[in-house]
């Protein structure tokens, strides 16, 4: 949670924006990222936000079983808006924007999907990294 405030208050946008770029550049030049105007700057930058914010919910989902899990992506949102707010009124050198929230809220979304998924299978007496085989009677 520490990573994530210092991520989202912190004066560092400039940094974070470089940081962006590099991890564009080293797909583009390295992995081989084919070459494409779908493949932007900007959707690496939402996809970024994305995957930031799926930890928190898959380990609020884990934390929190007996909330239903519908609540997790809107306490997300809640957090998100709050931050970008914050972003956008205070003097810390940062843009709160709208596709933050939306960005960060769907990532708070799919961990906590992920997080239902990996209760759901507990909850069964599966372990959810084991495969079985099913036989085809």
Known sequence: MS??????????????????????????????????EWITLGLLAHALNVL?????????RLGLPRLPWWTIPLGVLVLSASIELAQWLLPLGREGTVADVLTNTLGGLVGALLGQWWLSRHAQGADPLTVTEHSSD
């Open 52 to 60: 930031l914010t799926v930890p928190l919910g898959l380990l609020a």
């Open 3 to 36: 990573l994530l405030g210092a991520i989202t208050l912190l004066p560092i946008g400039w940094q974070l924006n470089r940081f962006v770029v590099w991890v564009y550049y080293q797909g583009l030049h390295i992995y081989a990222w084919p070459r494409n």
